[in-house]
């Protein structure tokens, strides 16, 4: 039975990163000690989004306590660490670099009581107080399920929720950590809606890890339970020979079929494509839109009182 090839096909080939927005982008950002899951997860986009001026920042070090088999982010224990100046230097940044959208995101962090949510929460209320303008996606950890801790992050008021299943149920034993199920990442973006219905929720899915067609269908009902509003796919890359390797490259109509069928079931927003993640600007443009939209007919309201 002849192998499978894992070269990438044409519609994989990226530029390499460059440009004086991505080299000031990446100044700022080293010069804080402030890291990214862009540079962090290798993401194919790096080139295009820096040089856009739109990066995702990650909080609470570069050191995760879990290890993902699709994850190329530092695994080990950060032992308690935190740097409590990080809210500021965030904010230091979306400021600097006058974005109107940004996305913060995180790595697990096991070894606190409350996952890092109290430390989160308080980057998202920095970047408010420094530049109230600008809309804040957060990319979370499941805290293990614990309420509290989704509930101290929504009190910061976040204008997006988002939190990846990664793949569907049957596989996420082999890609994800042991720490992490399916169930609970689907409790976590329900508890979201309970606690606030009106917050915008995201998740994402890799595909060409193995999964089926009916597997990635029954993910899209099971988000819409949930009550999921944006959904995005994207291509599995293996970051290193010691990672799960691709099974399947996606030609980028299949890509296009499953946003069809997801839009169908009524999301509120799909992004998909070989290249597309989680973070990517591909649904930042229509969400910005969006929650523009919102803040307007939210300060109307109050001005019609």
């Not at 309420?147 to 890609?175: G, K």
């Not at 099974?247 to 109509?253: H, Q, S, T, V």
Request: proline share 5%; net charge negative; with cysteine.
């Amino acid at each position: 039975m002849p192998s499978i090839s894992r070269r990438k096909p044409p519609w994989l080939q990226v530029p390499l990163p460059g440009g004086d927005v991505h080299h000031d982008l990446k100044r700022s950002l080293r010069a804080r000690n402030l890291h990214t899951v862009c540079e962090e997860a290798k993401c194919p986009n790096v080139g295009e989004c820096w040089s856009s001026g739109t990066a995702t920042i990650m909080i609470l070090g570069e050191v995760c306590t879990r290890g993902c088999r699709f994850c190329s982010v530092k695994s080990g224990n950060p032992g308690g660490i935190l740097d409590a100046d990080e809210p500021k230097k965030c904010a230091e940044v979306v400021r600097a670099m006058n974005l109107n959208y940004v996305v913060v995101t995180c790595v697990d962090r096991d070894d606190l009581a409350d996952g890092g949510a109290a430390h989160f929460a308080d980057v998202i209320r920095a970047i408010h107080a420094e530049k109230p303008e600008c809309f804040v996606e957060v990319l979370t950890s499941d805290y293990q399920g614990q309420r509290d801790s989704v509930a101290a992050i929504l009190e910061a008021a976040p204008d997006v929720f988002a939190h990846n299943l990664e793949t569907v149920e049957a596989l996420t034993p082999r890609v994800r950590d042991p720490r992490a199920s399916y169930r609970q990442s689907l409790s976590v973006l329900r508890m979201v809606k309970e606690i606030q219905p009106d917050r915008i929720t995201k998740s994402s899915l890799m595909l060409g890890l193995g999964e089926d067609e009916n597997q990635v269908r029954t993910t899209l009902h099971d988000m819409r339970e949930a009550e999921i509003d944006v959904v995005t796919f994207g291509q599995y890359l293996q970051p290193s020979r010691k990672h799960l390797s691709v099974e399947r490259f996606l030609a980028p109509e299949e890509f296009d079929r499953w946003a069809e069928e997801a839009r169908s079931l009524g999301f509120l927003y799909v992004a998909s494509g070989p290249l597309v993640r989680s973070s990517y600007k591909a649904g930042e443009f229509f969400l910005e839109n969006h929650l523009a939209q919102k803040k307007a007919l939210a300060l109307r309201g109050v001005m019609e009182v």
